[in-house]
């Protein structure tokens, strides 16, 4: 029960505070502000009460690997994510509108880049880092990526025009994001995947995240008159789609193949 509750309290003062500040006060600074405190929360916790080194979070401090880490992750959130939105667009989900490649949205975009990363690594260090090998350590793996999850799945509650498909697509997202945890033993991939996953959401196809819209993008596409949710997510953006669900469904089919295949080596 404290597990849930330390966690829930934490992501709530992120997540919902994140896009709080982006509708009410447009203030990128204030999202550093809030992330970092966030995060350094909880690094004091496991510092001080749980008297664990980070390492145990996932962190690595070898500057390649991490490097790679964050390259390979992103790559993955991108193609993922793009995945879903080509195929809502072909199957008639999505309308293509127009693009806008000005200095002041590229400015913009790019200076959000590390913002994402932050927002997503805050979330990532508390649900993968740290709650998912805390459960892991008192129950089975299975339950400790099906609790973990599903929690972080029933946060979103919270979020607008939030649906049925919308929170079971982001479960999904957890069960990927977990899974990636396990095959990389690192907090930066993760946390990369997530980061580009919603920076290509909101900034580059111009889609709302998780329901909420978060300023300008270099792509704009927008949900096709009359089409069915079910492609398009609605409202809640192509999370909320079972497009979405399937391209997750898939990677993480994949990853448990990638997983078995190493245990079997």
Request: glycine residues 8%.
């Amino acid at each position: 029960m404290g597990i849930v509750l330390v966690s829930s309290v934490l992501y709530k003062f992120s997540s919902y505070t994140f896009f709080e500040f982006i509708n009410l006060f447009n203030n990128i600074y204030g999202e550093l502000g809030t992330f970092s405190f966030s995060a350094f929360l909880l690094l004091i916790w496991v510092k001080f009460v749980e008297k664990r080194p980070f390492s145990e979070l996932g962190f690595s401090t070898k500057f390649k690997r991490t490097l790679w880490s964050l390259i390979k992750g992103w790559s993955i959130g991108f193609i993922l994510f793009s995945i879903s939105v080509i195929t809502a667009y072909i199957l008639g989900g999505l309308d293509f509108h127009s693009y806008d490649v000005s200095k002041a949205t590229i400015f913009y975009v790019v200076t959000l880049l590390p913002f994402w990363l932050i927002q997503s690594g805050t979330e990532e260090l508390l649900t993968r880092g740290w709650l998912l090998p805390l459960i892991n350590h008192r129950f089975h793996l299975a339950v400790a990526i099906g609790v973990s999850s599903t929690l972080f799945g029933i946060l979103h509650l919270v979020n607008a025009h939030v649906t049925f498909l919308s929170i079971v697509s982001i479960i999904c997202s957890g069960v990927l994001m977990s899974l990636y945890m396990i095959k990389s033993g690192n907090i930066w991939s993760v946390a990369a995947l997530h980061g580009a996953w919603n920076f290509s959401q909101g900034n580059l196809y111009g889609i709302a995240v998780s329901g909420q819209k978060v300023g300008a993008s270099l792509l704009h596409f927008t949900v096709k008159e009359n089409a069915p949710d079910w492609i398009s997510g609605g409202a809640f953006g192509i999370e909320g789609s079972l497009i979405s669900i399937f391209v997750l469904l898939a990677a993480i089919i994949y990853l448990l193949w990638l997983i078995k295949t190493e245990e079997t080596d």
